[in-house]
Every structure is written in C-alpha cells, then in structure tokens.
T-cell receptor, first 115, second 109 residues
Framework: DAGVIQSPRHEVTEMGQEVTLRCKPI?????LFWYRQTMMRGLELLIY????????DSGMPEDRFSAKMPNASFSTLKIQPSEPRDSAVYFC?????????????FGDGTRLSIL | TQLLEQSPQFLSIQEGENLTVYCNSS?????LQWYRQEPGEGPVLLVT?????EVKKLKRLTFQFGDARKDSSLHITAAQPGDTGLYLC?????????FGAGTTVTVRA
C-alpha cells in the first residue's frame, strides 16, 4: 500500500520566494496533519484537516503560511513570502480517524532551506 | 515550552546494554504513542498505550504508561545497532498529538 507521499523531498530557494509543499494522504484517511520539525522546537503541529475542512490552524506561525485541501487526495502548504527562519523539515501525516488508538502515518518530509 | 519532556536528550550505549527513555508531563493524556524516526524519514509508530498503568512489550522493547496517564517510559533490553534512531513520545488530546523533543539513541557495535 502506498504511504503518505510528499513532494518535493528537498527545496532550496531564496528569501522572499513563494514555496508550495504538496501532500497526498493515504487513501481512505479522513484526517490530514501538517507538521514542522526543527532542532530547536522539535515536531510542531501547524494545522489539521478533517474531511478536507481545516479544523485547527492554531499552530500556523504567521499569515505568511496557508494550507488548503481541495480534495481528499491532495493538500498544499504554502509560504509566501518565505524567510530564512522557515527553514525546517515539513511533514504531512494522515490518519483514518483521531481516536486515541489511531496512529498517524507520516510522509518522508520536505527539507526546506530558505537562503 | 514542550508539553511533554523527554529525557535524556541523547543516549549512546554499547550493543547489548539496556536503556530507558522517559517522557513526562503535567498534563493528562487519553493515550500516549511512541514513534521512532530515522534520518531522512518520517516518524513511524511503535506502540500506543491507553490505560493508566499499562505495560506493552514489543520484542525487546517495553513501554509503560503511568497510573495517572501523565508519563511514560520506553525500555530497550540488549540494544542492537538497529535500534539507533530518534525516539519520540506523543500525547493525544482533543484529536491532536503533542510531541516531545525526542531522544537520540545511538547503539555502538
């Protein structure tokens, strides 16, 4: 079975540019999560969706960050304009539901470097 | 500030030794999950503990959930180089997971 697929795996761009990260969740999973991982702050939840609807975006750091889920098989996380402090590994995860026993299935992440 | 505090931050041991990683919080969680992450990959679930006082064993790994559902531990017996990785605990509350900062475990051959 295909897992969560993220693209690109690596992105290097200059400060001020728009960055779009993409995620395809596992088919049939109703929940999709976007995380950011850094050495300083660890793994932080940015936003999560249920059935394509954003439920909690309290972790989104600034208005420069936005996320969409136009359908059940695709989500994007956009940063515009990007800044060097946005450099991190961004993970997408999906889950069939979020009762306490359900694991989240993570993609392999996008390593983002803003110069 | 992290909702979940993991200790130690780093652990380097010789193959065959035992190790314990701790995950502590002042908050109560409905469950606690342990993940392992290898370089260049996303975290992968090892186990979920749900009931206070619960103990789960996964081969050489033993997971314990505190009676008050605020803390947990992971114990590895006779560690092997393949156990090397970043171990993350995550507490579940209100549909969300809060992750600890992680413990980097290195097992030397």
């Amino acid at each position: 079975d295909a897992g969560v697929i993220q693209s690109p795996r690596h992105e290097v761009t200059e400060m001020g540019q728009e960055v779009t990260l993409r995620c395809k969740p596992i088919s049939g999973h109703d929940y999709l999560f976007w995380y950011r991982q850094t050495m300083m702050r660890g793994l932080e939840l940015l936003i999560y969706f249920n059935n394509n609807v954003p439920i909690d975006d309290s972790g989104m750091p600034e208005d420069r960050f936005s996320a969409k889920m136009p359908n059940a098989s695709f989500s994007t996380l956009k940063i515009q304009p990007s800044e060097p402090r946005d450099s991190a590994v961004y993970f997408c995860a999906s889950s069939p539901r979020t009762d306490s026993n359900q694991p989240q299935h993570f993609g392999d992440g996008t390593r983002l470097s803003i110069l | 500030t992290q909702l979940l505090e993991q200790s130690p931050q780093f652990l380097s041991i010789q193959e065959g030794e035992n190790l314990t990683v701790y995950c502590n919080s002042s908050s109560v969680f409905s469950s606690l999950q342990w993940y392992r992450q290898e370089p260049g990959e996303g975290p992968v679930l090892l186990v979920t503990v749900v009931t206070g006082g619960e103990v789960k064993k996964l081969k050489r790994l033993t997971f314990q959930f505190g009676d008050a559902r605020k803390d947990s531990s992971l114990h590895i017996t006779a560690a092997q180089p393949g156990d090397t990785g970043l171990y993350l605990c995550a507490g579940a509350r209100r549909n969300k997971l809060s992750f600890g900062a992680g413990t980097t475990v290195t097992v030397r051959a």
